[in-house]
């Protein structure tokens, strides 16, 4: 689950120029602006579903993962939003009108020289300078892009900022993961209140990466998410704590608790497990704990993350211990309006049943601002 799509909104509807009446009718379920909700069920089909879903108001596409190359170790992460807007004014031609607004956030974290670095960029799809295929899967936003190869496996990545660059080819391991149940996943009660949302949980990964005047061949491990809906955040809701885990046993976890504005946790936090051998099984709230072990404070937003964990989860008698590979990890994306979020790499270790294991992932934290990012 991803990103901050309240303040994407505003900027968005501030970059549109000819907005008026509200898309044509969906078939129900449906918003009062015309968007499909996500309610089951649900059948994914692929490579279909890995295409952008117009019909729908929110949807992103993220990647993340580790790399190596040169006896330097990196983390990386490509995420690129769509934002649907109102329908276009009747009648409109002008090259800039616009039905979505396309956002794209990366970020490298270079380990050894323990350095953070990201950039954002927001655009109107005009022109074919930013956009989201609906009929294969393409996205892009000026040169950064994520598509999929002609022979219909390996996923494309490009992403290109001011100070640093990376090509990337992905090839996944085992198959799309549904998270949830009837392939929804719920967020918080209330129909449409939830998502449809996938993972590829373990990419082979091959590439080139330039930073600081150094251009290196990289190797490692990502990880997709893909999630689209239309109204899947309660106002009860303060932010989220978002976890991705993947074992050097081949298993991957995924593990996402809502925080709620009370203090609580919202009951719908869920999670996923995925076997060595890409079998999967839903996690409800009740079948895991995340504890954080330390902070950290932002110098620069005087915002306060957790920063450390422990993973446990009973049933499986696993018992993680979570570190960010740098304190330092957070983001401030001028393009959606300042929003401000943690999303880093970080180190697993840990045992199950007297075994030691080891592992990799990533970690995302939004609302410690005091600002919900939805």
């Known amino acids: 689950m991803r990103a901050v799509f309240a303040a994407a909104m505003a900027v968005a509807c501030a970059l549109v120029l000819e907005t008026g009446s509200a898309l044509a009718a969906e078939p129900v379920p449906v918003t009062a602006e015309g968007f499909r909700l996500a309610v089951p069920p649900y059948a994914f089909s692929f490579p279909r579903d890995h295409a952008s879903h117009p019909s729908f108001k929110t949807e992103w596409w993220y990647y993340t993962g580790h790399l190596e190359g040169a006896g330097r170790e990196f983390g990386y992460e490509l995420t690129f939003f769509r934002v649907g807007l109102p329908g276009l004014r009747p009648g409109s031609k002008s090259a800039w009108a616009a039905r979505d607004v396309m956002f794209v956030h990366l970020a490298l974290t270079d380990v050894k020289g323990r350095r953070f670095r990201f950039a954002d960029a927001a655009r109107r799809p005009a022109l074919g300078v930013a956009g989201a295929d609906s009929a294969h ?133 869920s999670g996923t497990i995925v076997e060595a051998d890409g079998r999967s099984r839903h996690l409800a709230l009740r079948d895991f704990r995340m504890t954080p072990t330390g902070r950290w404070k932002s110098p620069r937003t005087g915002a306060e993350y957790p920063s450390g964990w422990t993973v446990e989860l009973p049933a499986e008698a696993l018992s993680l211990t979570v570190s960010p590979v740098l304190a330092d990890q957070e983001l401030a994306a001028a393009s959606m309006g300042g929003v401000v979020y943690w999303e880093g790499a970080v180190r697993v270790r840990g045992t199950q049943r007297g075994r030691a294991v080891t592992g990799k992932g990533y970690v995302e934290l939004t609302g410690y601002t005091g600002r919900a990012p939805f």
């Open 137 to 269: 899967y393409a996205v892009w936003l000026e040169q950064s892009f994520a598509r999929l190869a002609p022979d219909g496996r390996t996923h494309e990545l490009r992403g290109v900022a001011p100070d640093f660059e990376f090509a990337l080819d992905l090839a996944p391991g085992k198959p799309p993961v549904a998270h949830g149940a009837n392939g929804v996943s719920q967020k918080s009660p209330g129909a449409g209140n939830a998502s449809h949302y996938y993972s590829l949980t373990r990419m082979s990964t091959r590439g080139r990466l330039r930073v600081g005047g150094d251009t290196l061949a990289v190797s490692g491990e990502s990880w997709m998410d893909h999630e689209f809906g239309s109204g899947a955040m309660s106002a009860t809701h303060a932010g989220w704590d978002w976890f991705s885990v993947q074992l050097d046993d081949g298993r991957e976890l995924m593990l996402y608790q809502l925080r709620l504005k009370s203090g609580g946790i919202e009951p719908l936090s």
